[in-house]
């Protein structure tokens, strides 16, 4: 997810700020059972390797969840040197951790639109064709963590914000804005034949637009001959959220009958400051949100049910903190204790 994502609102952001919320408990619980343990399906979140040198944070995350992403250390910004030389150290810290606690790893993510790597830019195609470059770099990173990776992002936000059409991209204008992502699935599956490979986007219960185009494309995937074999929603939200528009996303992308992941949810309170008239109103958009979403996940058929990945857990970790210091995004305090909207996550769950 971008550090610089635009935040959306519009009138019907509005109109929620005197919303009823009556039924959901405002008041941090003082305990609650892990995640993980009243889920019917993998929990999850993102991880940082240097987070992991936290005792505290390291303990959270072996109590609260059964699946890991690493947050940004195993996208081409990381593995993908200046000379073209690949790194793996963050990324096989955050492997071995997974395998040393019994974590489920899902891989993050091999082809975005936003990075353009200086060993792809200043690659040398009288040596090495651009094709041969971008299929090494996805069977060497596939194939290392085969046998471990649960799953894989091949493709992340290729719809463009409103959704009239796809991205261009440095990928896009070397091997065709189909073919780059039909390629990548191929190379994908050469070098892990069983991991689950996923199109993964953002703002899919936001825009309807958008959400639309996505599933076209997957379509078109499907079409082309891709081993595309599941569907993924970031689920970056705000408490302004319309009611049912997570229920509604959900519905639509499950209906090509692929396995669901809900990849990188939070839902930002700082992003809708000023829109609700008070912050126990703000906190109960925020719980409605997060109930909502484990309720319509909950609701699909257990062999759509991939994966639900928080993208954090403690707050003070969350992305959405370079953009404001105030936010709260996620379902634990910077102590790492539950929230109000942890209870209702869990709550939705039944």
Known sequence: MSLHRRTV??????????????????????HLPPLKDVAQFPVGTCVRSDFL???????????????ITPEWEMKMEYIVGDDGMFRFEAPDKIAAFAKAKGIRLFGHTLVWYIQKPKG??????????????????????????????VGWDVVNEAVADEGDGLRDSLWSQKLGKLDHMTLAFHHAREADPDAPL???????????????????????LLKAGAPLTGLGTQTHCGPELPPGAIKAAIADIASLG?????????????????????????EAGQA??????????????????FAFTHWGLRDKDSWLKHEDPTDTPLLFDDKGRPKACAEAWERGLS
């Open 9 to 30: 609102l519009g009138a019907a952001a509005l109109a929620l700020a005197g919303c009823d919320h009556r039924g959901l408990s405002l008041t941090a619980p003082g």
């Open 53 to 67: 040198a936290d005792p505290a944070y390291a303990a959270l995350v072996e109590t609260q969840v059964s699946q």
């Open 120 to 149: 792809f830019l200043n690659l040398d195609e009288t040596k090495t064709p651009f094709a041969t470059a971008y299929r090494n770099y996805i069977a060497t990173v596939v194939g290392r963590y085969r046998g471990q990776v």
């Open 198 to 220: 996923f199109l993964n986007d953002f703002y899919l219960e936001l825009k309807p637009k958008k959400r639309a185009q996505y599933l076209r494309l997957a379509e078109a």
């Open 258 to 282: 692929l396995p669901i992941h809900v990849s990188e949810m939070d839902v930002s309170p700082a992003r809708a400051r000023g829109l609700f008239k008070s912050r126990a109103d703000l």
């Open 288 to 305: 409605r949100v997060y109930a909502e979403a484990a309720e319509a996940f909950s609701s699909l058929p257990a062999r759509q049910r």
